[in-house]
T-cell receptor
Framework: SQQGEEDPQALSIQEGENATMNCSYK?????LQWYRQNSGRGLVHLIL?????REKHSGRLRVTLDTSKKSSSLLITASRAADTASYFC??????????FGTGTRLKVLA | DSGVTQTPKHLITATGQRVTLRCSPR?????VYWYQQSLDQGLQFLIQ???????AKGNILERFSAQQFPDLHSELNLSSLELGDSALYFC?????????????FGEGSRLTVL
């Protein structure tokens, strides 16, 4: 079963708008990561947030983590057409494996 | 370019056949992960190796097997293939055995079973 589940499954916005996607997970974690996947390509790491962190920024990305709710959100500000991709969260679940969520398909319209 | 190399990029075969997918991790990375991604689905964790040893196992079918060789490259063997095995198979590497850092993904091997 999936450890993480993203919400929404799909999101369509206009260029320049902000995009927010959420990830919920089931068990305790040491860290949570967000990845981007362009259609049919390999995943690219975006950001890692540790369980003792609440918020992290990287360029136009902002990630929050709420361990009490077992949830994380990824905010992409001032979106661009090039941000069109699928976004996945991944959690370690305290084991040697990273479990990925089902992904959010983001489409940014020019 | 992540530095992770997967071959072949595309593979078409018939049901009942056997294939081998190969992964060369980034230079210096000791951990290799294998994932399966079916059409428009999330990634299913299959197996992880660290420096030649199996460290974690996920939803890997008995028809599938993997190993990591002394030079750290890894192979995923898929046998008695079924239509449902058609998917993108990703390899990822990381420098650590534990989940403390990012994974570097290859571009995947797309398997089509006819």
């Amino acid at each position: 079963s999936q450890q993480g589940e993203e919400d929404p499954q799909a999101l369509s916005i206009q260029e320049g708008e902000n995009a927010t996607m959420n990830c919920s997970y089931k068990t305790s974690i040491n860290n949570l990561q967000w990845y981007r996947q362009n259609s049919g390509r390999g995943l690219v790491h975006l950001i890692l947030i540790r369980s003792n962190e609440r918020e992290k920024h990287s360029g136009r990305l902002r990630v929050t983590l709420d361990t009490s709710k077992k949830s994380s959100s990824l905010l992409i500000t001032a979106s661009r057409a090039a941000d069109t991709a699928s976004y996945f969260c991944a959690t370690d679940a305290g084991t040697y494996k990273y479990i990925f969520g089902t992904g959010t398909r983001l489409k940014v319209l020019a | 370019d992540s530095g992770v190399t997967q071959t072949p990029k595309h593979l078409i075969t018939a049901t009942g056949q056997r294939v081998t997918l190969r992964c060369s991790p980034r230079s210096g990375d000791l951990s290799v992960y294998w994932y399966q991604q079916s059409l428009d689905q999330g990634l299913q964790f299959l197996i992880q190796y660290y420096n030649g040893e199996e460290r974690a196992k996920g939803n890997i079918l008995e028809r599938f097997s993997a190993q990591q060789f002394p030079d750290l490259h890894s192979e995923l063997n898929l046998s008695s293939l079924e239509l449902g095995d058609s998917a993108l198979y990703f390899c990822a590497s990381s420098p650590t055995p534990a989940n403390t850092g990012e994974l570097f993904f290859g571009e995947g091997s797309r398997l089509t079973v006819l």
